[in-house]
Nanobody
Framework: QVQLVESGGDLVQAGGSLTLSCTSS????????MAWFRQAPGEQRELVAA???????HYQDSVEGRFTISRDGPMNTVHLVMNPLKPGDTAVYYC????????????WGQGTQVTVSS
């Protein structure tokens, strides 16, 4: 069973930065894509950033230019660097992995809370 474990969530001031990490129990190159989603209170879960196995990245418009998704293959880890943060980025952030394509995700982490104060 694949396990994804997120870390790095915290309370930060607007304009600050955070790096989230997601460590997989399996080789990340076995997935067709890995991604970060977020869910704010009362909102639907939304895709923030994704990276395909080939290295192509995709970002939600609201985070383009502020967030960067990257991976560390030997460590089976995917990172999300967020800078600068805005209060609207406050949410629970989830790591996910897809086995086919990059639109349907099969495995999910437990989530990590990011809170941005104004």
């Amino acid at each position: 069973q694949v396990q994804l474990v997120e870390s790095g969530g915290d309370l930060v001031q607007a304009g600050g930065s955070l790096t989230l990490s997601c460590t997989s129990s399996e080789n990340i190159f076995m997935f067709s894509a890995m991604a970060w989603f977020r869910q704010a209170p009362g909102e639907q879960r939304e895709l923030v950033a994704a990276m395909t196995v080939g290295g192509t990245t995709h970002y939600q418009d609201s985070v383009e230019g502020r967030f960067t998704i990257s991976r560390d293959g030997p460590m089976n880890t995917v990172h999300l660097v967020m800078n600068p943060l805005k209060p609207g980025d406050t949410a629970v952030y989830y790591c996910a992995a897809a086995t086919t394509g990059r639109t349907k995700y099969d495995y999910w982490g437990q989530g990590t809370q990011v809170t941005v104060s104004s």
